[in-house]
């Protein structure tokens, strides 16, 4: 059987590319997750891969950092993978790793090194981030969503309880105050569990 894996870090990030390569090369089913940082052990689609596959079986993956972003665990993963009978395929980075001692050195060393990248390319971006954070705190930034003031949020929800009388419709309530019509149903709904 020949299975794919896709990966993305960000809901907001895209798996339809990755879906799009997997299904061309044949994939009969796709694992597909959307799962922030290093780690792996939140990863529950990539353990239900590893665990389902089978002796013959095919694993394709875009790249070696869908896969992986440390050294260690795409090593870990692959061997797993391969000492199960399952052969592993890279698209992008043209790499296929069979069971057994078929692996040639310098495919091995291409697939270490590219790992390694993958994993210094990570700890750049992290390590940029905060100190982009440290440098924004610094000079006195506010950093994330910010939230609208109490007073407005007060404002809103007395205009949302007195709606019947004063005949606003949310839509003028969120154009009067400023306050987001998600804030002011989840203050409802808190005011409502309160009751």
Known sequence: MIIGYARVSTAKQDLQAQQELLKAEGCERIYIEKVTGTS???????????????????????????????????????????????????????????PGEHNKPMQTLMFNMLGSFAQFERDLIVERTTEGRERAKAQGKHLGRKGKPKKDVQRAMSLYSDRDNNGMSIADIVKVTGVPRSTIYHEAKKQKAEV
Do not use: W, Y
Not at 67 to 78: F, M, W, Y
């Open 40 to 98: 792996t052990a939140q990863r529950t689609e990539l353990k239900a891969m590893i665990e389902n596959v089978r002796h013959g079986d095919k694993v394709i993956v875009t790249k070696i950092d869908r896969l992986a972003r440390s050294i260690i665990d795409l090593n870990k993963i692959v061997t797993e993978l391969t000492d199960k009978g399952v052969s592993v395929q890279f698209i992008k980075d043209n790499m296929t790793f069979e």
